[in-house]
């Protein structure tokens, strides 16, 4: 299952895993972060938050693959700095200690029709697609083979 939560920042997608882990039984995770936190949080608030996300995960027996931040085409200069220096932490700090690190599809920066009207986040098409994207990357990840073709998507996209 994939489970979008519009608006979310990296403290909220922690507490929302920690009700999901008690419905569900999950042996792997993938968290892919968008621009919220960019306006709202600082570059070492985003760190510790991160790091907090993926000390639950490993607590609770789980698998962690992270995702870059999309680039988005209407995203303001300070936010792609900033965009640039958080996914350039994450990508050592994730192989510093064997956490998988997955690129987010930045060809999607050339499709509008993958983003929203705002121009910063994503459009029920591109869920879609970075969905089908990280579930074709990381096979391996999660150990058995991924059906594509029939990825269920729990957010409000139809």
């Not at 994207?133 to 150990?143: E, I, M, Q, Y």
Request: aromatic residues 8%; proline residues 3%; glycine residues 4%.
């Amino acid at each position: 299952m994939v489970s979008c939560l519009s608006g979310a920042r990296i403290c909220h997608i922690t507490h929302t895993l920690k009700s999901l882990i008690n419905r569900y039984c999950y042996d792997s995770v993938i968290v892919h972060v968008g621009v919220n936190d960019l306006r709202r949080t600082s570059l070492d608030y985003m760190k510790r938050d991160m790091v907090e996300l993926s000390e639950y995960v490993s607590q609770a027996g789980m698998s962690l693959a992270l995702s870059s931040i999309l680039p988005s085409p209407r995203m303001m200069p300070q936010y792609k700095q900033k965009m640039i220096d958080f996914n350039n932490w994450l990508s050592f700090w994730c192989h510093s200690r064997g956490i998988q690190y997955l690129t987010a599809c930045e060809d999607m920066i050339d499709r509008p029709q993958c983003f929203a009207r705002d121009g910063l986040h994503l459009s029920c098409l591109g869920f879609r697609h970075l969905a089908k994207a990280f579930a074709s990357s990381t096979v391996p990840f999660l150990g058995n083979e991924v059906d594509i073709t029939n990825i269920k998507i729990s957010t409000k996209c139809k």
